[in-house]
């Protein structure tokens, strides 16, 4: 297998086959590094993904049906300093990659999987968030404003139909997000389940729905991984021990949202109120029991979503 590692960035790709570095315009056209690619056969191509820098890459690589070994950011500067290199450069970077995929890219490539679905809700999600982060920030200023003798009676009406605007941007695009889910069967099928769960919301459930058909083979231990509710311990000898903590290397979105959903699911959730009460009783503190509730609210959606069933029938096969 002719293997080459691509260090991305906005505007070039530097590969290294093992033998020499190549730029290629990471442009519209995409048509040096789709020209270079296309002459080898049985390619492999480990790359680390960038958020919208990768995506012609990765378009490149699904039609081309090239097998891919995306690497995870945070691998590449332990690789650098078991490697011994002191330098940085995009280079360095693409003789990472390609000597991580000589040793081990093989293995851990395979075809490139798109879900277009999950592209489009994301986008909606995305600007969902975006808009209110804003409107939050636009309400405590409200606030703020109205304790202030000072402010104009103008100034705050201008700033609450901004406000108003701002609500109804949200209400579009989870409309948006919502229409385009009832749109495919098996997708909406998944949603209807998901919001079975009591404590769960429509944000929440799609949120939990695009992780769960992004990653399609993960297993419970890795959703749990890509959300960061994993514990993660510091030992080392009799002196070092450090206390147990979530990683929070995972999606912060997906986290966030399960930590908020636990605050209604601790009251109306029976499988949730129990096992957070317990905890509380146990005295583990506050934000370890929420913790620790969002983490089994996330494993309880995961089986709903895989069984197809709602929470209830679901609950009725455990007992």
Request: charged share 25%; with cysteine; net charge positive.
């Amino acid at each position: 297998m002719y293997c080459i590692g691509v260090d991305v960035g906005k505007q070039e790709l530097v590969t290294y086959d093992g033998v020499e570095h190549r730029t290629f315009p990471n442009d519209q056209l995409f048509d040096g590094f789709s020209s270079y690619a296309r002459r080898r056969t049985k390619l492999l191509v480990v790359y680390e993904p960038t958020s919208t820098y990768s995506r012609r890459l990765e378009a490149f690589c699904r039609a081309e049906k090239i097998v891919c070994c995306a690497l995870n950011p945070r691998v590449i500067p332990h690789l650098r300093q078991v490697s011994r290199k002191r330098s940085k450069t995009d280079q360095t970077d693409a003789e990472l990659l390609y000597r991580y995929g000589i040793e081990r890219g093989e293995a851990e490539a395979g075809l490139l999987f798109h879900d277009g679905l999950v592209h489009s809700v994301s986008a909606h999600l995305a600007c969902y968030r975006v808009i209110q982060k804003a409107r939050v920030t636009y309400q405590g200023l409200v606030e703020a404003l109205k304790e202030d003798p000072a402010t104009s009676d103008g100034l705050v009406v201008e700033l609450e139909g901004e406000i108003a605007v701002m609500k109804e941007k949200e209400a579009y695009h989870l409309t948006e997000a919502q229409s385009l889910i009832a749109e495919d069967e098996a997708a909406s099928c998944q949603l209807k389940a998901l919001l079975t769960i009591p404590g769960i919301g429509p944000i929440t459930a799609i949120t939990l729905l695009v992780m769960f058909r992004k990653y399609v083979n993960a297993n419970q231990r890795q959703v749990v991984a890509l959300s960061g509710l994993d514990p993660i311990m510091s030992q080392s000898g009799t002196s070092v021990h450090g206390k147990s903590r979530i990683s929070k290397r995972g999606k912060s979105e997906v986290r966030k949202r399960l930590y908020e959903a636990t605050l209604s699911a601790a009251r109306f959730n029976p499988r949730i109120s129990t096992f957070y009460h317990r905890l509380k009783e146990r005295g583990k503190p506050e934000k370890v029991a929420r913790t620790a509730a969002a983490r089994k609210l996330l494993l309880i959606a995961y089986a709903v979503y895989r069984s197809g069933e709602g929470f209830r029938s679901l609950n009725e096969n455990h007992t």
